[in-house]
């Protein structure tokens, strides 16, 4: 059974930085995509990043890119979620989301999903 299992949230400042982890099991990253997805108060899921398993090619939402990083670590079979100067808009409830395909998908619309974890930002 596929479990995806984040860590690393919690409160930062703005303009500070957090690291997110997601440990995956029986779900082998060098195989599949896996990316991060976010979810704000009264909002919808926003798709923050992604990373394809065939090439390591990296994707990032318009909103972060030059302040995020995704990077994986496929013998730890571990992906994580450098957030750097983060700011209000960060806010939310991020999710490790794994695809079946090797290939990140057009939108958040992965196959398996995380609890998710809770980012707050403050001043």
């Known amino acids: 059974q596929v479990r995806l299992e984040e860590s690393g949230g919690g409160l930062v400042q703005a303009g500070g930085s957090l690291r997110l982890s997601c440990k995956a099991s029986?779900?082998?990253?060098?195989?599949?995509?896996i990316g991060w997805v976010r979810q704000a108060p009264g909002k919808g899921r926003e798709g923050v990043s992604c990373?394809?398993?065939?090439?390591?090619?990296?994707y990032y939402a318009d909103s972060v890119k030059g302040r995020f990083t995704i990077s994986k670590d496929n013998g730890k079979n571990t992906v994580y979620l450098q957030m750097n100067n983060v700011n209000y808009e960060d806010a939310g409830v991020y999710y490790c989301?794994?695809?079946?395909?090797?290939?990140?998908?057009?939108?958040?619309?992965?196959?398996?999903w995380g609890q998710g974890i809770q980012v707050t930002v403050s001043s």
């Open positions: 989301a794994g695809d079946k395909s090797w290939d990140c998908p057009l939108h958040p619309e992965y196959d398996y």
């Open positions: 029986a779900f082998a990253l060098e195989d599949h995509a």
């Open positions: 990373i394809s398993s065939i090439d390591d090619s990296t």
